[in-house]
């Protein structure tokens, strides 16, 4: 059900481009006036998604205890998958981030043979990097467009980028690769029965939206070209605060724009954050040192203590008078 | 907020990202190319037309220029009839250099600006300007 309603829903957000664009001929609201509200709304929304979560506090540590831990001198800690100082855990995240360790210790679990058995599954780690840095790559080489004077390291990673010369203009790898982990991570959530039962509207439409986002790139860049000087002068336009109407660039354009704006605008309110939150996950960014330091929850409220001193202080000389010894004369 | 400068930072670093392509865009947006058609060849034609009409070779000329290559090199078929009819040796340096003679002016103008990097030229020999 959630399938077909996020389908529809990004299948729906082509036709209002196309509509608005080659019907319409609102040129300046789909190029200019949405794109710029969308970034506003996705910094924005972005900055204040992670201030809630930074002033949600995080009373105890919490991290996922994958190893080891610091003990005695004589049992080796695991400083990594355990981290007890502030370098384990940067060590950590960077692994975390770069490398989805946690990603790639993911199992799964099979009847075989009438038994429950247990095994590794790398398959959605590799295409969930895969596809993590294909994006990167994707979106970084996209700066040849917004940078009037291309950058010497753009253009090297756009040549490696189309390094085996293959299709005019050449074949960008990483659009195959993009195009491909976009496809695993969706029938991943419709072939296997378990994910799809538990697979929701949020979970597709953004795969829907990306694998929008890239097809209608890759038509533009291989099979319905558009003039891309002109393109490249209205994105200028667009970053210099002078937007123009462009109504000479093509209407696919304007559509790969506004899933682009769509995406951004879902993204603060969506599972997308994990983009932000990774970084925020008190899982993985504590150092495990309960042991070590005392951790005192911040909003404990102020509670009126009477120590034993205090209360021989009161009471020293009834206590004397009936006999009780005291700690102070 | 708990943490607050490691957040901050990482908030700033992230906004600073975001809004780079502004920050170096500021003043900017004046340079758009205009690839120049200035040459004595050009300037002799009654009508002046490309091979196909302006607006398809701005988005084709890089997938007919790949047709005339496969279709030299590995058909030796080199007779291009355009849409109006009119044939024309199919040769980068005999037929579009012919013309467009000034490489530098006309060719490195948008390549450059959008970071294309064609290879018609490691086989070709770069033409003279100037001449």
């Known amino acids: 059900m959630g399938m077909y309603a996020a389908f529809l829903a990004v299948a729906g957000l082509i036709v209002l481009a196309f509509l608005g664009v080659q019907a319409a001929g609102l040129h300046f609201l789909f190029g200019a006036l949405i794109p710029y509200v969308a970034f506003l709304v996705f910094v924005g929304g972005f900055a204040y998604r992670v201030y809630l979560w930074g002033t949600s506090p995080v009373p105890f540590r919490i991290p996922t205890t994958a190893g080891q831990m610091q003990s005695f001198d004589w049992i080796k800690p695991n400083r990594f998958d355990n981290p007890s100082n502030g370098f384990g855990v940067v060590v950590r995240m960077i692994l975390e981030v770069l490398c989805f360790r946690s990603l790639f210790r993911n199992t799964k679990s099979e009847i075989h043979e009438g038994r429950l058995v247990h095994g590794s599954e790398k398959m959605l780690w590799l295409f969930a990097i895969l596809f993590h840095y294909a994006f990167l790559v994707v979106f970084i080489r996209h700066f040849r467009l917004f940078l009037e004077n291309v950058p010497g390291l753009i253009l090297i990673i756009e040549s490696l980028d189309g390094f085996f010369q293959f299709g005019v203009p050449f074949v960008y790898l990483t659009d195959i690769m993009l195009v491909a982990g976009v496809l695993f991570l969706l029938a991943r959530r419709i072939v296997l029965p378990q994910i799809r039962y538990i697979s929701m509207m949020a979970d597709y439409f953004p795969l829907f939206l990306i694998l929008g986002i890239a097809l209608t790139g890759i038509l533009m860049r291989y099979f319905i070209r558009v003039d891309i000087t002109a393109a490249k002068a209205f994105v200028i336009g667009l970053v210099s605060l002078k937007p123009v109407s462009a109504p000479e660039i093509g209407v696919i354009f304007y559509i790969h724009l506004f899933l682009i704006s769509s995406l951004l605008v879902y993204f603060p309110f969506s599972k997308l954050m994990h983009m932000g939150g990774v970084f925020m996950s008190p899982t993985r960014n504590l150092a495990n040192n309960s042991r070590m330091v005392r951790h005192i929850n911040p909003w404990n409220p102020e509670v009126h203590v009477h120590t034993y001193a205090e209360y021989e202080e009161e009471f020293r000389d009834k206590m004397k008078q009936v006999g009780i010894p005291v700690e102070k004369e | ?131």
Request: charged residues 25%; proline residues 5%; contains cysteine.
């Open chain 2, 1 to 131: 907020m708990y943490n607050g400068g490691k957040i901050l930072l990482g908030l700033i670093i992230f906004i600073g990202l975001m809004a780079s392509p502004f920050i170096f865009g500021l003043g900017k947006g004046d340079a758009k190319p205009t690839p120049s058609i200035d040459t004595p060849e050009i300037k002799a034609m009654a009508k002046k037309q490309c091979v196909e009409p302006k607006e398809v070779m701005k988005t084709e000329h890089m997938k007919m220029l790949n047709d005339w290559r496969d279709s030299v090199v590995r058909d030796g078929k080199r007779l291009y009839k355009a849409t109006d009819g009119k044939e024309y040796n199919m040769s980068l340096q005999n037929t579009c250099m012919k013309c467009h003679s000034n490489k530098t002016k006309f060719c490195d103008k948008c390549h450059t600006y959008v970071g294309a990097q064609p290879y018609c030229w490691d086989c070709h020999l770069t033409p003279k300007e100037g001449v």
